[in-house]
DNA sequence: CGCCAGGCTGTGC
DNA sequence: GCACAGCATGGC
C-alpha cells in the first residue's frame, strides 16, 4: 500500500473526479475505486488529505491525476460570474484526469448518442473479452485492448459488445492506429484546431467526441465538448437566444463563446458545469 | 410503451 | 451552406 500526502493548498477529490463521467473504466465497491489504467489495474481510496493506492507508483498517480496542476489557480481563472462560481464551489476538487489517447478515443466514439451507463458496459466488454488479463490487488482485471487487438475482432464480435451502429467507426479507428501507430504522437504535436481536425477526419468522430478526447487525453484545455446537457446549460446561462437542438453552427457558436468567456482553460468550466448539473450528483 | 442519452453520417435541397 | 432521417442500445 502507498500512500500520498496531499498538498493543502491543492484540493482534490476524487469521488467527483472518478465518477463525473470523463473516464468510463472505474468502479467504486466497498470504499475502494478499481480501474485499469494504462494496463495497471489499480485500487485507490481517499482519506481526507491522503491518498492510499496499489498497483501503480507514486508517479503515475501524480501524473494521472494531475496533482501538480495549479487548480486554486485555474479554478479563479474560470470564475467568471455567480453560475460558474456555483459550480465550482459544489464540485471543487474535481481534476480532469489523463487518459490514454488510444482509450479515450474509443471511448468517446462510443459515447455518442447514449448514456453513461452503456458507454461502460462497451468498454468494458471490449476490455474483457480482448484485452490482456492484469492480476493486480483486486484479483484479475483487462487492459483496454490496443488497435492491432481491436483491427482483428470480426465485425459481429466486436457488435456483441453492444457498439451498435459504431461498430465499423471502432474496427476502422484500430485499423487506422495500427496501420499509424504514431497517430497520437503527431495529434499531440499539432495546434489545437489542427489536432481537432485530424481527429475528425476519422468516421465517428464529430466535433463533440474530438473536444473530449482533445480535452481528456491530449490535455488541451481550451476544448469545450457540447453535448445535450451544456448546450442546455449555456444555453440557459450564457446564450439565451440559442436553437432547441444543436447545429454544427451552433455548436462552433457555442465552443468559440465559452472558449472566449472562460478563457485557456474553459475545457475546465465545461467540466465544472457538467458535473454540477441535476441528475449525475450521486454521491459515490 | 415512449422519450432521452457526453452525436454523427449520409442524403437532399 | 442547412435540415433532417436514421441509427443500436439501455435507463427511466
Known amino acids: 500500500m502507498k500512500t500520498i500526502e ?24 466497498n470504499g475502494w475505486w478499481r480501474g485499469v489504467v494504462d494496463g495497471r489495474a489499480v485500487r485507490i481510496r481517499q482519506d481526507g488529505s491522503r491518498l492510499m493506492f496499489e498497483g501503480a507508483d507514486d508517479g503515475f498517480v501524480r501524473d494521472y491525476f494531475r496533482l501538480d496542476q495549479d487548480l486554486p489557480a485555474i479554478l479563479s481563472s474560470i470564475d467568471r ?15 480532469l484526469v489523463r ?7 474509443i471511448s468517446y466514439l462510443c459515447a455518442t448518442n447514449t448514456n453513461i451507463p452503456a458507454v461502460k458496459r462497451r468498454v468494458a466488454l471490449m476490455a474483457e473479452r480482448y484485452g490482456r488479463p492484469v492480476d493486480g490487488p ?10 492491432e487487438a ?45 489536432a481537432r481536425q485530424a481527429l475528425m477526419q476519422l468516421r465517428g468522430v464529430g466535433p463533440k467526441a474530438a473536444d473530449c478526447v482533445l480535452l ?19 444555453g440557459e446561462m450564457y446564450l439565451p437566444d440559442l436553437g432547441k437542438n444543436c447545429t454544427p ?5 457555442i465552443r468559440r463563446f465559452s472558449r ?19 441528475p449525475a450528483r450521486r454521491a459515490a
Request: charged share 25%.
Open 81 to 95: 460570474d455567480a453560475a460558474i462560481g456555483a459550480a465550482i464551489r459544489e464540485c471543487r476538487g474535481l481534476r
Open 216 to 234: 481528456f487525453a491530449f490535455g488541451f484545455f481550451e476544448a469545450f465538448p457540447v453535448d445535450v446537457w451544456i448546450r442546455r446549460i449555456v
Open 150 to 194: 481491436l483491427a482483428g475482432v470480426p465485425h459481429g464480435d466486436l457488435w456483441d459488445c453492444k457498439l451498435g451502429y459504431r461498430t465499423n467507426y471502432v474496427r476502422e479507428a484500430a485499423g487506422y492506429a495500427a496501420e499509424h501507430p504514431d497517430w497520437a504522437e503527431r495529434v499531440a504535436a499539432l495546434p489545437f484546431e489542427e
Open 6 to 29: 496531499l498538498r493543502p493548498d491543492q484540493p482534490f477529490d476524487l469521488d467527483l473526479t472518478l465518477s463525473c463521467g470523463q473516464a468510463f473504466r472505474w468502479e467504486k465497491t
Open 260 to 278: 472566449d468567456y472562460f478563457g485557456e482553460y474553459a475545457g475546465y468550466a465545461q467540466e465544472y458545469l457538467y458535473c454540477a448539473r441535476g
Open 99 to 105: 487518459q490514454p489517447p488510444w482509450e479515450c478515443l
Open 249 to 253: 453552427a451552433e455548436y462552433e457558436r
Open 138 to 147: 483486486s484479483g484479475r482485471a483487462y487492459a483496454f485492448p490496443g488497435p
